[in-house]
T-cell receptor, first 115, second 114 residues
Framework: AQTVTQSQPEMSVQEAETVTLSCTYD???????LFWYKQPPSRQMILVIR??????QNATENRFSVNFQKAAKSFSLKISDSQLGDAAMYFC????????????FGPGTRLSVLP | SAVISQKPSRDICQRGTSLTIQCQVD?????MFWYRQQPGQSLTLIAT?????????ESGFVIDKFPISRPNLTFSTLTVSNMSPEDSSIYLC???????????FGEGSRLTVL
C-alpha cells in the first residue's frame, strides 16, 4: 500500500520570504499523480498544484512550485514571496493512475506566515 | 473544476442521534467521495458513492453506521448514525474530475457530538 509522509508538522515563514514543505511517499507503482492541497482555517480544501509522475519537468503555479524527485520519492512544495493568505494546513497526496483508487493523504504541515 | 455545496456547515448533536449531511455538485459526476477529518488529523476516506449502486466502504467503516444515498449524478447524502463523541469530526464531500482525477471538496460539515 502507498504511504505519504510529511515530516514537518509545523512550519513558519516570514512574509515575502520563501518556504519549502517536504513530502515523501512510498509506492511500487511507476505511474501516478501527486498533489498539494491547502486547507485554510475556513477549512475548504483547495488544490494548489499537481504533478504527473511520468513528467520530469517540475510543475509551477504562480508562486507555488514543486521539486519532484521520482527516484527519491520526494515531492516538496516551494512557496515564494509568502503572503498572509498562505497560512493553512498543507496536505501532500498521492493517487494511482488507475482511476478510482483512493487518494492517500499525508498527515499535513501547518504553515504560519509571520508579518 | 466543480463547485460543491455541503450542508449543514456545522452542527452540535446529542449522543445517540443521527445526522444527515447533504452534498450537491454543480455538474454530473460518476463518483462522489466522503471523507472524515478528525480534529487535527488528515483525511480518511469513508466510502465512495456511485450512482445506481451501493456505496463502497473502506475498512473500518460500515453501512449501518454511515449509510449513503446517491439518487442522481449531482447529489449524495451521508448519515452518521447513533452518534458518539468519537464521531466529532469534519465530514467532507468530494468529487474527482478532470484529466488527473483531482479531488474537489465541499466546505465540510463540522459535527460536534455531546
Amino acid at each position: 500500500a502507498q504511504t505519504v509522509t510529511q515530516s514537518q508538522p509545523e512550519m513558519s515563514v516570514q512574509e515575502a520570504e520563501t518556504v519549502t514543505l517536504s513530502c515523501t511517499y512510498d509506492t511500487s507503482e511507476s505511474d501516478y499523480y501527486l498533489f498539494w492541497y491547502k486547507q485554510p482555517p475556513s477549512r475548504q480544501m483547495i488544490l494548489v498544484i499537481r504533478q504527473e509522475a511520468y513528467k520530469q519537468q517540475n510543475a509551477t503555479e504562480n508562486r507555488f512550485s514543486v521539486n519532484f524527485q521520482k527516484a527519491a520519492k520526494s515531492f516538496s512544495l516551494k512557496i515564494s514571496d509568502s503572503q498572509l493568505g498562505d497560512a493553512a494546513m498543507y496536505f501532500c497526496a498521492y493517487r494511482s493512475r488507475n482511476y478510482g483508487q483512493n487518494f492517500v493523504f499525508g498527515p499535513g504541515t501547518r504553515l504560519s506566515v509571520l508579518p | 473544476s466543480a463547485v460543491i455545496s455541503q450542508k449543514p456547515s456545522r452542527d452540535i448533536c446529542q449522543r445517540g442521534t443521527s445526522l444527515t449531511i447533504q452534498c450537491q455538485v454543480d455538474s454530473q459526476v460518476t463518483m462522489m467521495f466522503w471523507y472524515r477529518q478528525q480534529p487535527g488529523q488528515s483525511l480518511t476516506l469513508i466510502a465512495t458513492a456511485n450512482q445506481g449502486s451501493e456505496a463502497t466502504y473502506e475498512s473500518g467503516f460500515v453501512i449501518d453506521k454511515f449509510p449513503i444515498s446517491r439518487p442522481n449524478l449531482t447529489f449524495s447524502t451521508l448519515t452518521v448514525s447513533n452518534m458518539s463523541p468519537e464521531d466529532s469530526s469534519i465530514y467532507l464531500c468530494s468529487v474527482g474530475t478532470g484529466v488527473f482525477g483531482e479531488l474537489f471538496f465541499g466546505e465540510g460539515s463540522r459535527l460536534t457530538v455531546l
